[in-house]
T-cell receptor, first 113, second 116 residues
């Protein structure tokens, strides 16, 4: 059921720097979502971008979507140590069951103070 | 506050025992809930879709007799790992669609199962 692929698998940066994570997927989608997971915890929804949208912002987060390339990126600006977590993209595929998500492998982000 | 409550947060059990994990939707009724499994440093793999009032829908390769799902009410779904073995050790997470819309999911905090 895994659909997306994120890269890099791991990213290590200093506080204040920007972090960019990429996600690729394989089929037609209704929307793409980014989630955050702290170690050993559940997932927290960050942002959703629909298939007819190209860019979306939420606070320090910026998400882009290129449906022609079947890819998305998540940019976290001015990163903080508290941003350290795993980040997953997930797609809702066209025609799929309500609420059914396909997750990528995730990017482990470490932000050093 | 939390929208989805999942417990226990962790459980250690002996091989051969059964473990029940509960997932409750606190803020709204949910006719559908999802159960995921996650191995260390891996992605979430959908195991099954829990349907209130009917049988759960299992993903390919997931044993329905091994992972029993009961959607007892509009706010509660349970996953029972029957006759657990060490290879069943994993992080199990439930999720609830946001008010029935094909949008974001709310996730439980997860259950770490360790089978000795």
């Amino acid at each position: 059921s895994q659909q997306g692929e994120e890269d890099p698998q791991a990213l290590s940066i200093q506080e204040g720097e920007n972090a960019t994570m990429n996600c690729s997927y394989k089929t037609s989608i209704n929307n793409l979502q980014w989630y955050r997971q702290n170690s050993g915890r559940g997932l927290v929804h960050l942002i959703l971008i629909r298939s007819n949208e190209r860019e979306k912002h939420s606070g320090r987060l910026r998400v882009t979507l290129d449906t022609s390339k079947k890819s998305s990126s998540l940019l976290i600006t001015a990163s903080r140590a508290a941003d350290t977590a795993s980040y997953f993209c997930a797609t809702v595929n066209r025609g799929s069951t309500l609420g059914r998500l396909y997750f990528g492998r995730g990017t482990q982000l470490t932000v050093w103070p | 506050g939390a929208v989805v409550s999942q417990h226990p947060s962790w459980v250690i059990c002996k091989s051969g025992t059964s473990v029940k994990i509960e997932c409750r939707s606190l803020d709204f009724q949910a006719t559908t809930m999802f159960w995921y499994r996650q191995f260390p440093k891996q992605s979430l793999m959908l195991m099954a879709t829990s349907n209130e009032g009917s049988k759960a829908t299992y993903e390919q390769g997931v044993e329905k007799d091994k992972f029993l799902i009961n959607h007892a009410s509009l706010t509660l779904s349970t996953l029972t790992v029957t006759s657990a073995h060490p290879e069943d050790s994993s992080f199990y997470i439930c999720s609830v669609p946001h008010q029935g819309a094909n949008e974001k999911l709310f996730f439980g905090s997860g259950t770490q199962l360790s089978v000795l």
